[in-house]
């Protein structure tokens, strides 16, 4: 037996062409069909771990830029002016809705 890269997994070590001990003939299809899909398990089976770090570092990125946006055009004076003509409409429409105004 040889130990492949995982080593709880052990392949037969045979040549094409050989007789296993059961008498079956070791054939190119009969490696494709057993040998090859267990190595594409193994390599399956490889872990994610560090791909929850690195979406939590782009979205700490993306957040931290956002935020930079916001406070420079929070600061500006042509937000604050806009948004004063926001309020200014909002508070006279109810002003008017109630006869106020």
């Known amino acids: 037996m040889v130990v492949g890269p995982d080593p709880k997994v052990c392949v037969p070590a045979t040549v094409v062409g050989t007789r296993l001990r059961e ?3 070791v054939t190119r299809r009969l490696i494709a069909r057993f040998l090859v ?3 594409a398990r193994r390599a399956a089976h490889r872990s994610d771990a560090g791909a929850a770090t690195a979406e939590y570092a782009v979205v700490t990125v993306a957040a931290a830029g956002l ?3 916001l406070i420079k055009l929070l600061s500006s004076d ?3 002016n806009i948004l004063k003509m926001i309020l200014e409409y ?3 429409a109810a002003l008017s809705f109630f006869g106020l105004g």
């Open 23 to 25: 008498g079956f003939l």
């Open 78 to 80: 042509w937000f604050l």
């Open 90 to 92: 909002i508070i006279r």
């Open 67 to 69: 935020g930079g946006i």
């Open 37 to 39: 899909p267990a190595a």
